[in-house]
């Protein structure tokens, strides 16, 4: 079993829609979570970074966290076509870094 | 402000040939790291280096060389390219390890074995 679990989709979804993005993890020692988003032939850049269980927005993008369930999600709001990429999440802690296999989104006009 | 630099962007070998891939970063950072990235896998650790001089292995390093006799530097090495090794590599820096730092990542080299 892997320690982070993420859906690999493709996900596509309507231009304006709600798009929700999900990880599972086994690891009770993770207590950093983020979400990288990878453009085609680019390297992932870090999107949203959260300390421990709760809330973090920045602008359409709302990071969840929710250790008792050892369950993130990234909400996008008003999701724009320039949205299209694929969303890596990545937890550490106890000295490891992990990559979820990341969801491949379309936002389509 | 170039970040993390990564060359060559694109490299096919014959199975058995060596070839280095080069990694520098400007920004200082004490850690570096190399992952593959391959369909359905994710990004797996290969090797990484929490200083000049010091380097660990990952999750996937056999076949692969480090060294790191900069700060700025960390080229990976390919001792005898296998079809297997076919994957998309990238370079990652922070400033102090992988725990609670976000990692800045080159654009990547794709790299196909034939």
């Known amino acids: 079993q892997k320690e982070v679990e993420q859906d690999p989709g493709p996900l596509s979804v309507p231009e304006g829609a709600i798009v929700s993005l999900n990880c599972t993890y086994s690891?009770?020692?993770?207590?950093?979570f983020m979400w990288y988003r990878q453009y085609s032939r680019k390297g992932p850049e870090l999107l949203m970074y959260?300390?421990?269980?709760g809330n973090k927005e920045d602008g359409r993008f709302t990071a969840q966290v929710d250790k008792s369930s050892k369950y993130i999600s990234l909400f996008i709001r008003d999701s724009q076509p320039s949205d299209s990429a694929t969303y890596l999440c990545?937890?550490?802690?106890?000295?490891?870094?992990?990559f979820g296999q990341g969801t491949r989104l379309t936002i389509n006009p | 402000n170039a970040g993390v630099t990564q060359t060559p962007k694109f490299q096919v070998l014959k199975t058995g040939q060596s070839m280095t891939l080069q990694c520098a970063q400007d920004?200082?950072?004490?850690?570096m790291s190399w992952y593959r990235q391959d369909p359905g896998m994710g990004l797996r650790l290969i090797h990484y280096?929490?200083?000049?001089?010091?380097?660990d292995q990952g999750e996937v390093p056999n076949g692969y060389n480090v060294s790191r006799s900069t700060t700025e530097d960390f080229p990976l090495r390919l001792l005898s390219a296998a079809p297997s090794q076919t994957s998309v590599y990238f370079c990652?820096?922070?400033?102090?390890?992988?725990?609670?730092?976000?990692?800045?990542f080159g654009d990547g080299t794709r790299l196909s074995i034939l």
């Open positions: 690891n009770s020692a993770f207590q950093y």
């Open positions: 920004m200082n950072h004490e850690y």
């Open positions: 990545a937890m550490s802690g106890a000295q490891k870094l992990v």
């Open positions: 990652a820096s922070s400033s102090t390890g992988p725990v609670g730092q976000p990692q800045h």
């Open positions: 280096s929490v200083g000049a001089g010091i380097t």
């Open positions: 959260t300390y421990s269980s």
